[in-house]
């Protein structure tokens, strides 16, 4: 009788490792084919179907940087190499599938905020203008940290949601936001004029400093910081009626101006705020 339990059970043990791979293989998965349904709606000028793969991915896969590096990576991919743009109607079936898919994957996330540098060497290099038409760059706060993020005004959700988060961070840190800069950067230099940029900024955290440039400077810099930013617009509407697509989150440099971090998007303030506080108590 007891061996016949054990060979009952043989099965089974040997069924479970290949049932926990498969687990572990479906996240990566789901968010590939999340990601690549993006891209191609993005190829298409299908704003809202990007929009809802990206809400999607930021409410139900982990927030770490392994998964918006994988989600970004399966987004560049297709859209540089998008197939035929199909009926709008199925892309966006197929985007709710795949939304079914990366939610059976994490049926209960664990929203994981882990800081490791990006896998992709960080040049911090930049010269801007500010608010005021004054020449920033990366050498003008030495001895202060800087914690910089990408993004344009007319932003529905991430940009708002990052500086509101950037302003609460500055604010809990007291006596020690003193020795850091918040620096946001506009990636949309033709509609955000330094009038509208200095009202924005402000409107989350007077230290809030605007940053912005010529098209070609503003690319430079992104580049530098590994920031994919493209402007997307509807078939037929007006010239100046588009949006940005961009990669989220903050990068915060050291006093010296290397790169110290990236922080994910919408990870909570009060993890942020400690592990900059961290960075900051850490310094000479």
Known sequence: MKRLVLLLLLPLAFTMPSLALAED?????????LGRLNGQALACRYVDVSSRAKNALVTHAPKTRQSGEAFEAATNKAFLSPASCRDKQRLATEVDAAIIDLRL???SVRHE???????????????????????????DFRGRFQ???????????????????????????GEDAK???????????????AEVLKSYTGFFDA??????????????????????FEKVQEPGSPPE???????????????DGRFLAKFAYAMPVPELTRRISDYLKGAP
């Open 147 to 173: 914690l910089l993020t990408f993004g344009y005004t007319s932003c529905p959700d991430v940009c708002p949601t990052t500086l509101s988060e950037m302003a609460a961070v500055m604010k809990a840190l």
């Open 241 to 255: 009626r588009y949006v940005v697509d961009h990669s989220a989150g903050m990068f915060l440099l050291g006093p």
């Open 105 to 107: 994957a994490f049926p």
């Open 113 to 139: 905020t882990g800081t490791a540098p990006v896998a992709a060497e960080i040049a911090t290099r930049y010269m801007l203008q500010d608010t005021s038409g004054r020449a920033v760059s990366n050498q």
């Open 25 to 33: 293989a479906a996240g990566p998965a789901a968010i590939d084919k």
């Open 179 to 193: 020795k850091l800069q918040p620096i946001f950067i506009t990636v949309d230099p033709e509609r955000d004029s």
């Open 207 to 228: 230290r809030i400093i605007g940053l912005t440039g010529s098209p070609e400077l503003i690319r430079k810099t992104a580049d530098n910081f590994k920031v994919r």
